[in-house]
């Protein structure tokens, strides 16, 4: 019986699908009560872990008796009040957002809370602008601001159009060797840029399927596509995949770099930026050097029902 090593890019659960460190695919299962000290969570294993496993001919799964420690691991609660998480995916290097203007809208307090959700996680982020092929002038003016803005901010931005295949050799030289996670609204292109990045993977765009299935899926399992460059993109299906899990009220100034950098300069050391006297955050705003929709994200996300909870407090 053999050892070998691999990386799990789909997981249901009961089983999960193991790409071995010489290419091949493998179906495992987990040995016997396999439990991973530290974490309560409903799944034990999630894509990108990566584990050691054993494979007999005679069977035809292999059974995995180790996963190698994570660097990091994203999660969400398995209902709101549980103590329970489930583990989105492992060992992620970076993560994008997908953002269309219109056909879907993408609000900036849906980017604010992505990136505020990465910074929490020390995951660099950044934002591709998807199908600039439709945008009018006036939509085009706004794009320039939005990327002025979060390049400013220290996010690099792409502009893209995957059905034209423009701006996509940047993306594709920025997944190589990476594992890369990638959020975005439904319907804003993601599939659509995977594909003409890896056109041998063949995903479904658009698929009506997708829609309809949209909020039914309570526990999605993330699935990991990987890159023949190297790589892997870790493709979910929505932000609430990335939502602010172990997450402290307290901690939501320091997820803003902005804010981050004037804080130590406000009068009193627990400042909300809220209503207090002498705060450098609204100065700052009140001068223009913050920018007010990423002010007002700050201040709507402060108020999310998600920090309400007693066990957060
Ligand atoms: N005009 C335009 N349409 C696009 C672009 N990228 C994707 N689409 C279309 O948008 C729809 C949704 O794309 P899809 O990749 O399935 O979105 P996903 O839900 O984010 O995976 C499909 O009809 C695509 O053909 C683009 O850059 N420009
Ligand atoms: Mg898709
Ligand atoms: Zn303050």
């Known amino acids: 019986m053999d050892n070998y090593q691999g990386v799990v890019i789909r997981s249901t659960g009961n089983s999960c699908t193991v790409l071995s460190s010489d290419g091949l695919i493998v179906e495992c299962r987990l040995k016997g009560n396999f439990r991973i000290k530290g974490i309560k969570s409903t799944n034990p294993i999630a894509v990108g872990d990566k584990v050691e496993y054993t494979f007999q001919q005679e069977k035809d799964f292999g059974l995995i ?7 990091n691991y994203i999660i969400r609660k398995a209902t709101r009040l549980s103590a ?15 953002v269309t203007l219109t056909r879907p809208r993408t609000s900036t307090g849906f980017i604010d809370r992505f990136l505020v959700t990465s910074e929490a996680y020390h995951i660099p982020a950044f934002i591709i602008f998807n199908k600039c092929d439709q945008y009018s002038d006036e939509e085009l003016a706004k794009l320039d601001a939005l990327i002025r ?15 034209l295949g423009q701006g996509i050799e940047d993306v594709r030289e920025l997944l190589r060797g990476r594992v890369s996670l990638i ?17 041998g993977l063949l995903r479904k765009v658009g698929a009506i399927s ?7 899926h309570t526990t999605t399992f993330a699935e990991m596509l990987p890159l023949r460059d190297g790589g892997f993109v870790i493709d979910t299906p929505g932000i609430k995949e990335f939502g602010l899990v172990n997450f402290d009220k307290q901690e939501v100034p320091e997820r803003f770099p902005e804010m981050r950098n004037l ?31 990423r002010y007002s994200n700050y201040i709507s996300i402060l108020k999310d029902e998600y920090f309400d909870e007693a066990e957060w407090d």
């Open 65 to 71: 008796h180790a996963i190698a420690d994570r660097h």
């Open 149 to 163: 803005l979060y390049s400013g901010l220290g996010y690099p931005c792409f502009r893209t159009s995957a059905l």
């Open 210 to 216: 997708e829609y309809h299935l949209k909020g039914k």
């Open 84 to 98: 329970l998480s489930h583990i989105i995916a492992a060992n992620i290097d970076q993560a994008m957002v997908m």
């Open 263 to 293: 804080m130590h300069l406000c009068q009193f050391n627990n400042c909300t930026h809220v209503h207090e006297p002498g705060c450098a955050v609204k100065r700052a705003l009140s001068r223009g050097e913050i920018n007010p929709s």
């Open 183 to 199: 959020s975005g609204h439904s319907g804003v292109g993601k599939t659509a840029l995977i594909n003409t990045i890896e056109p």
